[in-house]
């Protein structure tokens, strides 16, 4: 499939899950998306899924202790200052994995964007918003090649004798990291401008026609989207 | 008419105290191929830049002069502008790959110049053919050895059918045979080329003249260090078995192979690019297992990468150097490799060759049974190059040296034996 109408039908997925009601419109949202993204490489995907995980699951586990509502009493726990009495309802649970699910699928919709999209595609077929969408493509670029970079890293460091352990460890490797990406930006900003990025008058390569998948997942992304606000 | 002329250039980067280009003038004529040479940071990359027009617009700093190519003048045109008339190979192709596909990646100066989209992969598949990286055009850029990546730089470059070409350092990533296609290349298409070395034994005979620059100014001759070749060492008798591979393969990237590394012994290893060098050598390190075959070491293992100094990770050079030693023994390990007084600086404010060395410095200090290096000269000059191989030579008797390397001259000073990944044929070095 093209990239563009693929890309709206997960942006529409995502969208849909954000303005869903129930707690089964994002978890139908997030199996379907997990399937798309086991096509992707498990080494790549892993990390990701990972990525996904943790903030959704912290939300989970943090929302019946920081919201207060309901009344069906699961657990009653101390009162703790300024907080008040820490309990944990039933509907307290049931929001916080509303609210879990619907980041994993806003999350997951960016999964199969980033792993499994042409993004040279989409960005030359953004017409105007090329510079945008050329932007977004490389900004997404940005894990894999910090990825790789990390993997040098290691690889030169344990070249050395030299293993990062504990949370300091790690984080020592974070400054170089970051460092070098900045020298990458900015070596590729030259690389473009030296051949010719924003000069007017450009042109594109050709791209296969659309067919009716294409038109058929536009349309379906425009129904996600009237469904997430109507009914689901 | 010269094609592109450089009068009386004098240029200073922003925050620097000297300048990087202190009034140098040129004239490059249509069809000629003008070697750059000198060490680094002595403006090489710098007046490839100014013929790019990227020196002022893109770098910003202190400009007099004037620089013109194919009748525009890079103050009033900018480097966008001159596309079509100059296109530029930088050094590192990693860093001036903006697409995700082999064949986008090439088409995405075609785009921007305002090619008929009809022309537009014609051009790319010719392009690609050319530098003999056909093959790779469906393949993702993240797939492909750094070799094959700058072939593919090239390409773009190429594509764009420039009528001057600007190559900054092309052998620190190609085979010497993929170096020399892109001169020959350029010659039959009649393109100036400008092309800054640190290799010159690779395209000195390739090139019309050479101009050697030192501290931003071209002199009169060139060191007699960089245009001979070194003499091979003396042979030695090799000592105890260090490590040794037995049909050792890893995936697609290498099929079986035997080696063994002993010590008191340098062993080169050379191929084309994509041959399974760097993961030949990732195996005899010890930092991935084999998929298939077995890998035997006895002692420690170190292993520099390529392009290390992106691997830095601490805020002083001796600091770095002194995460796998103590203090005395990085002091000691920096001045091996030349870089005593340098050992509060920032890594990252070192130059590019200066970072390389500092890498090396690492390494060396770990006091290793197997030193593994991938690429140890890429910007390094001839000089330092010499001096490094004599330092690996004299630290050799203790230990068994493996080194991967494009660079002839530089396999020739130092190694002992060269293996080959191409022909899979050991060869003594007479």
């Known amino acids: 499939m093209s990239p563009g109408p693929a890309a709206a039908l997960l942006a529409a ?3 849909a899950a954000l303005l869903s009601h129930h707690a089964w419109t994002p978890a139908a949202i997030c199996v379907v998306l997990l399937a798309v993204c086991l096509q992707a490489p498990w080494k790549r995907l892993r990390l990701y899924l990972l990525a996904v995980a943790i903030p959704a699951v912290t939300i989970l586990v ?15 726990g101390p009162v703790i200052p300024v907080l008040g009495r820490l309990d944990v309802t039933s509907e307290e649970v049931r929001n916080g994995a509303t609210q879990a699910l619907r980041l994993a699928a806003v999350m997951l919709a960016f999964l199969p964007y980033a792993l499994l999209l042409d993004h040279d595609r989409l960005a030359s077929g953004a017409g105007v918003f090329r510079r945008s969408a050329l932007a977004v493509a490389l900004a997404t670029r940005l894990v894999p090649t910090l990825e790789r970079d990390a993997s040098g890293l290691l690889d030169a460091l344990r ?5 990062p352990r504990g949370a300091r460890g790690w984080a020592r490797i974070v400054s170089p990291l970051v460092a070098g990406s900045l020298e990458r930006g900015l070596n590729l900003a030259e690389s473009m401008e030296a051949r010719g990025f924003g000069r007017p008058g450009r042109t594109r ?3 296969p026609p659309w067919r009716a998948r294409e038109y058929g997942a536009l349309a379906a992304a425009a129904l996600l989207v009237a469904g997430g606000v109507l009914w689901l | 008419m010269a094609l592109a002329c450089v009068e009386e250039v ?3 980067y922003p925050g620097a105290s000297a300048p990087a280009l202190d009034g140098i003038s040129v004239a490059i004529e249509p069809g000629e191929v003008v070697l750059l040479l000198g060490a680094s940071g002595s403006g090489k990359s710098t007046l490839l830049r100014c013929l790019g027009g990227l020196v002022p617009h893109f770098h910003g700093g202190r400009f007099e002069g004037a620089v013109s190519v194919s009748g525009l003048d890079t103050r009033t045109h900018r480097p966008s502008e001159l596309v079509g008339a100059v296109a530029t190979v930088f050094q590192d192709p990693e860093d001036q790959v903006v697409l995700t596909r082999v064949r986008n990646e090439v088409a995405f100066g075609l785009e921007n110049l305002g090619v008929p989209p009809a022309e537009i992969f014609p051009r790319v598949s010719a392009a690609l053919d050319a530098v003999g990286a056909g093959h790779l055009q469906g393949r993702l850029v993240h797939e492909l050895s750094g070799g094959e990546l700058q072939r593919v730089c090239v390409a773009s470059a190429l594509a764009l059918e420039p009528r001057l070409l600007l190559l900054d350092e092309p052998t620190s990533q190609l085979d010497p045979e993929g170096a020399e296609l892109v001169l020959e290349l350029a010659r039959q298409r009649g393109l100036a080329v400008v092309v800054a070395e640190q290799r010159p034994a690779q395209v000195l005979e390739l090139c019309d003249r050479a101009l050697f620059l030192e501290a931003g100014r071209i002199v009169d001759g060139i060191p007699k260090a960089w245009t001979t070749e070194p003499d091979p060492p003396a042979r030695r008798v090799a000592g105890a078995l260090v490590a040794s591979l037995r049909q050792a393969a890893f995936g697609g990237r290498l099929t079986p192979f035997d080696l063994d590394l002993r010590r008191g012994e340098i062993v080169a290893v050379v191929g084309p690019n994509g041959s399974g ?3 030949l050598a990732k195996l005899a390190a010890g ?6 075959g077995v890998v035997h070491r006895q002692g420690r293992a170190s292993y520099l990468p390529q392009d290390p100094g992106r691997y830095l990770v601490r805020e002083r050079a001796d600091e770095e150097v002194a995460l796998g030693a103590d203090l005395q023994r990085a002091l000691a390990a920096l001045r091996s490799v030349g870089l005593e007084g340098l050992e509060h600086r920032h890594p990252r404010d070192l130059s590019s060759g200066e970072r390389e060395r500092l890498a090396l410095a690492a390494v060396l200090v770990t006091e290793p049974d197997l030193l593994v290096l991938d690429e140890p000269t890429r910007g390094v000059d001839p000089e330092r190059k010499l001096r490094l191989a004599e330092l690996l030579r004299r630290q050799s008797d203790d230990r068994a040296t493996l080194v991967v390397s494009h660079d002839r001259s530089f396999v020739t000073a130092v190694a002992d034996r060269v293996v080959s990944l191409a022909s899979r044929v050991e060869a003594l070095v007479a």
């Open chain 1, 159 to 163: 070249g050395r004798g030299l293993e």
């Open chain 2, 277 to 279: 060098k760097t993961t």
């Open chain 1, 205 to 207: 390569a050709p791209t």
């Open chain 1, 62 to 76: 943090a929302t019946p202790f920081v919201e207060s509502i309901g009344w069906h009493v699961w657990w009653s």
């Open chain 2, 287 to 292: 930092l991935v297992a084999p998929t298939s």
């Open chain 2, 10 to 12: 004098r240029f200073t």
């Open chain 1, 13 to 15: 997925l995502g969208a």
